[in-house]
């Protein structure tokens, strides 16, 4: 099985990059990539969008669009599927996961194609690894973790930087969104390879390790 896994930040890539093969093994391919936001699922789906704009949800009708003519007929050989990682921040999940289907049924022919959404972000499947999270930040602030509820919807970022941040959330957020977002990218980059994909207490997380074996 290939997987062509979507993905909405940085940071995102390179957790994926490092947890993917602890999921599915190296008898799989992948290829994570990365885009520069979230954006918002066009009106008309359609219409062409840009190849240069680089927002995740704006160019998901065009992507699908294209994989569906790139996967389809018979590939048993070598199947392959598309993987949409994205947060769900402050949506309706229910919503928005009728959305996305909604771009996926308006595909003709349709890429085998599932959608994984991090309950509240991303910063969820490493909060869900207290021993990875401990082991990459010794000195972090364990009363942060131990108040923390899985995939609670509370500003999951801000709860890993109050864990792990100098000055916490508010110090970092005053540094402005290019700091956030370089620090984002270091968490992945500390965390992600200690962690234990089969011991993890984010059910979003769960879900989409159980979505990609379910497929292989």
């Known amino acids: ?53 680089r927002l995740l949800l704006n160019q998901l009708p065009r992507l699908l669009r294209a994989y569906g003519r790139t996967y389809a007929g018979d590939r048993t050989d070598h199947p392959a599927a598309v993987i949409l990682v994205c947060d769900l921040d402050d949506r309706c999940l229910r919503r928005f996961r009728q959305r996305l289907f909604s771009v996926l049924n308006a ?63 508010r110090s970092l957020r005053n540094r402005g969104w290019r700091a956030v977002g370089r620090e984002k990218s270091i968490w992945a980059e500390r965390i992600a390879p200690l962690m234990d994909v089969e011991n993890n207490a984010s059910p979003s997380f769960c879900y989409f390790r159980d979505k990609l074996r379910e497929l292989t």
């Not at 290939?2 to 992948?30: N, Y």
């Not at 972000?121 to 108040?147: F, H, I, N, Q």
């Open 1 to 53: 099985m290939h997987f062509e896994i979507l993905v909405e930040d940085t940071s995102g890539k390179r957790a994926l990059d490092v947890l993917v093969p602890k999921i599915v093994g190296d008898q799989h391919t992948f290829r994570v990539i990365g885009f520069r936001g979230i954006g918002h699922i066009p009106r008309n789906l359609k219409r062409g969008t840009s190849a240069t704009n």
């Open 107 to 169: 595909c003709d022919p349709k890429p085998l194609t599932r959608f994984c959404i991090a309950i509240e972000e991303g910063e969820a499947w490493l909060l869900g690894d207290d021993a990875a999270m401990t082991a990459a930040y010794p000195k972090l602030r364990c009363d942060v973790l131990e108040s923390y509820e899985n995939d609670a919807i509370c500003g999951t970022w801000e709860v890993v930087a109050d864990a792990v941040y100098a000055g916490g959330a």
